[in-house]
């Protein structure tokens, strides 16, 4: 698995806490990844167990296509079974379906929207970039030319003054095709409040106010209920794939599988030979990135992995091998979320998982298993 940090944005969002500069330095940017491919070539190589090549961002599809071109031409460790772009819709509509050929031609396979909302009211107060029709748009677009696995992102649980229709939205989402298909894969995620980002000190000043608790699970009640009756699998918390379409590199993520991150502020997982895992991560610093890449690491040791283990397993609808749970948590508790309803068991014998009308409050569950 190999991520590629793109650290780029014409603007920024105002929920964003994401690395990223609107600096143009493509170039050098671009010498610089592929000097950090040839320092790591022996660490990419070990993390090909599950061949996936995801370039996201910052806005990976503001760089020059010669400039994409050349990183992913050094990539191709052979052929990846899912090879995803993170796309902004005004980048593709602005460059048009050439633009778009290029990257099927290039082997992108499957292409992440970031589409957010349907509400213009609701765009321009993140900030975006586009509007709805722009969406429509670059969604047909894509479409047209030959892309058959499109992902969409919204977000929902907004303030009282930005609610927009939440309903409205997902009607929207799931009609976006000219020929009536539904999206093969969509991503909702629960506005939050991100260190350093414009929301955070809107909300410290007092000009926006976070929507409640209550409306939130509202809302992703609603969300899991149309989604269900549309034939999505709600596979993990925010994920929802038509059967067959789940993502292949976020799965293996929440399975624990190492990667490797590229670009500055990536993350990368190891596991040695005795099963040692350690993390890595290069410093969120473009210029000392473009110098000498910079980079940092830690070991976790055996609680953190297992921490990890639950919180991302349970994360899922595949859940986790009760065997494992129990060499993490105690009996009594397990015993106690299985009454309680916040587990069920998939089958005699067979894992363990939150029910998806407790995904909502999922965090809160782990956090009673783990005490």
């Known amino acids: ?96 379906p050439g633009y778009a050929e290029s990257l099927l031609k290039m082997g992108v396979n499957r292409v992440s929207m970031g589409v957010q909302s349907f509400d213009n009211s609701v765009l321009k107060w993140m900030n975006r970039r586009h509007d709805a029709a722009t969406v429509v748009k670059a969604y047909r677009m894509l479409e047209d030319v030959g892309f058959g696995n499109i992902s969409i992102d919204l977000i929902f649980g ?28 969509i991503s909702a995620y ?36 149309r989604l269900r009756e549309a034939g999505y699998h709600h596979y993990e918390i925010s994920n929802f794939a038509m059967p067959g379409y789940e993502a292949v590199h976020n799965s293996a993520y929440w399975s624990h599988h190492p990667y490797v991150g590229l670009g500055p502020g990536a993350h990368s997982l190891s596991v040695s030979p005795s099963g040692q895992y350690r993390r890595s991560w290069n410093e969120a610093d473009l210029g000392a990135y473009l110098v000498s890449r910079p980079r940092s690491g830690e070991r976790l040791d055996e609680e953190q992995v297992g ?41 005699p014998g067979g894992n363990l998982r939150i029910p998806e009308n407790k995904f909502f409050i999922s965090d809160n569950i782990i956090a009673e298993l783990f005490a």
Not at 19 to 33: M, N, P, V
Not at 34 to 48: C, F, H, K, V, W
């Open 1 to 96: 698995m190999i991520y590629v940090h793109i650290p780029f944005c014409k603007s920024f969002c105002t929920y964003c806490g994401f690395y990223s500069e609107t600096a143009s330095c493509y170039d050098a940017f671009a010498d610089a990844l592929l000097s950090e491919i040839d320092e790591r070539e022996m660490e990419i190589a070990g993390t090909l167990e599950v061949p996936t090549l995801y370039i996201g961002g910052g806005t990976p599809t503001v760089l020059p296509l010669s400039v994409l071109e050349r990183i992913v031409s050094r990539l191709h460790y052979g052929s990846f079974k899912e090879f995803t772009i993170e796309a902004n819709p005004e980048d593709l509509v602005e460059k048009g």
């Open 307 to 347: 921490l990890e283990d639950l919180m991302l397993a349970l994360r899922t609808s595949v859940g986790i091998d009760p065997r494992r749970l129990l060499s993490i948590c105690r009996e009594t508790r397990i015993a106690e979320a299985l009454r309680l309803g916040t587990l069920e068991r998939l089958s």
């Open 158 to 185: 907004f303030s009282s003054s930005n609610t927009g229709n939440w309903s409205g939205t997902i009607s929207q989402a799931l009609e976006i095709s000219a020929s009536g298909q539904p999206p093969r894969h």
């Open 190 to 225: 629960q506005l939050s409040v991100e260190p350093g980002s414009a929301m955070e000190r809107m909300i410290e000043s007092g000009k926006v106010v976070m929507a409640d608790e209550d409306t939130c699970a509202e809302e992703y009640e609603i969300l899991c209920a």
